[in-house]
Antibody
Framework: EVQLVESGGGLMQPGGSLRLSCEVSGFTVSRSYMNWVRQTPGRGLEWVSIIYSTGNTYYADTVKGRFTISRDNYKNILYLDMFNLRADDTALYYC???????????????WGQGTLVTVSS | DIQMTQSPSSLSAFVGERVTISCRASQNIDSYLNWYQQTSGKAPKLLIYGASSLVDGVPSRFSGSGSGTDFTLTISSLQPEDFATYYCQQSHKMMGFTFGQGTKLEI
């Protein structure tokens, strides 16, 4: 059974740092394309970052230079390191797998339950 | 970025009714359009990928159509468990996936 379980969220002050984790079971993170997606009531669902199976990484402009996506191939865990946090980073953060076979049309087929990050002074 | 615009933003309907939700892309995305269902407190769940392919296990009352810039999600006969928020997503541009703002389907 596939499971993605996020953790690491919490209340942070502006300018602070935080590491989110996504523990995966049922498939291999290093062979997958993995994403972070965040959700707020005001902005809806917003794609944040992707790491390819090759290790290449890409980011939304809103987080580029402040967030880093990575993975631990042995532990099968996806990470999101968040630096210089701002109030508008407040969101529920999901990890999600990008289905990389051509038949999937790049859909996100598995999602975690989310972890809440609140940035406030 | 490719902008995705859904309409309506909310919709009231009855059990048994047929409903249609529209999604428009700001540029051609071929069939790289996916639909997700989100119920309260849960993560989005993939319903339809490639504009019209139903995920295994999703009831056949759900269907998707369209290509290019205009897409539609149809629920042929609403069931109580279908009342949720629906999102479209374009996956044509990999480093800039974007979602529609959502359509809340209410009783």
């Amino acid at each position: 059974e596939v499971q993605l379980v996020e953790s690491g969220g919490g209340l942070m002050q502006p300018g602070g740092s935080l590491r989110l984790s996504c523990e995966v079971s049922g498939f291999t993170v290093s062979r997958s394309y993995m994403n972070w997606v965040r959700q707020t009531p005001g902005r809806g669902l917003e794609w944040v970052s992707i790491i390819y199976s090759t290790g290449n990484t890409y980011y939304a402009d809103t987080v580029k230079g402040r967030f880093t996506i990575s993975r631990d191939n042995y532990k099968n865990i996806l990470y999101l390191d968040m630096f210089n946090l701002r109030a508008d980073d407040t969101a529920l953060y999901y990890c999600a797998r990008y289905c990389s076979t051509s038949e999937c049309y790049g859909s996100f087929d598995y999602w975690g339950q989310g972890t809440l990050v609140t940035v406030s002074s | 970025d490719i902008q995705m615009t859904q309409s309506p933003s909310s919709l009231s309907a009855f059990v048994g009714e047929r409903v249609t939700i529209s999604c428009r892309a700001s540029q051609n995305i071929d069939s790289y359009l996916n639909w997700y269902q989100q119920t309260s407190g849960k993560a989005p769940k993939l319903l339809i990928y490639g504009a019209s392919s139903l995920v295994d296990g999703v009831p056949s009352r759900f269907s998707g159509s369209g290509s290019g810039t205009d897409f539609t999600l149809t629920i042929s006969s609403l069931q109580p468990e279908d009342f949720a928020t629906y999102y479209c997503q374009q996956s044509h541009k990999m480093m800039g996936f974007t979602f529609g703002q959502g359509t809340k389907l209410e009783i």
